[in-house]
């Protein structure tokens, strides 16, 4: 068994990389993509939460979440999310009972200060980019880049070239 902590910080910062079930590309499909920010939508409105950043790969998804003060449970949240999304796709079941649209578990990192955010926000906006899917970040349909472009947290042309503060970052 795992001797995984997980840090929970009551209005804390994070920032997830949650995998489909052996890199499926199901968001490869729109209409699945859909679903998932319907489901996103639905938790919001019981379990509360703000979106920083998100980007959705054909594979797997990075977000920048705030959570409301004294609330840490970022993992209920998680669960209701996926759960929301593979309850609408048709795939087989396992023993558990639990469709193969996700894995498992999920990567979490408590966010420490305002330059670790802006890191991990760069990270998630840029992503698409490194992943060689588009040439430059605003060119990618499922990503929150453009809404930071116009609360104005990027300037012209940022993303043409690979951001400074991203060199070395590994983070997947």
Known sequence: MSDYRRAYVPGGYYFFTVVTHRRQPIFAD???V?????GFRRVMDK????????????????TVWRLPDGDADFSLRWRLIKHDLASGIAVAANARGEKAVWQRRFWEHAIRDEDDWRNHV??????PVKHGYVTRPGDWPWSSFGQARHRDWYPPGWGDLEPENLRGMGVE
């Open 30 to 32: 729109d209409r699945n």
């Open 47 to 62: 379990r509360p939460f703000q979106i920083d950043a998100i980007v959705i790969l054909p594979d797997h998804l990075h």
């Open 34 to 38: 859909e679903r998932l920010r319907e």
């Open 122 to 127: 760069d990270y998630v906006h840029y992503n």
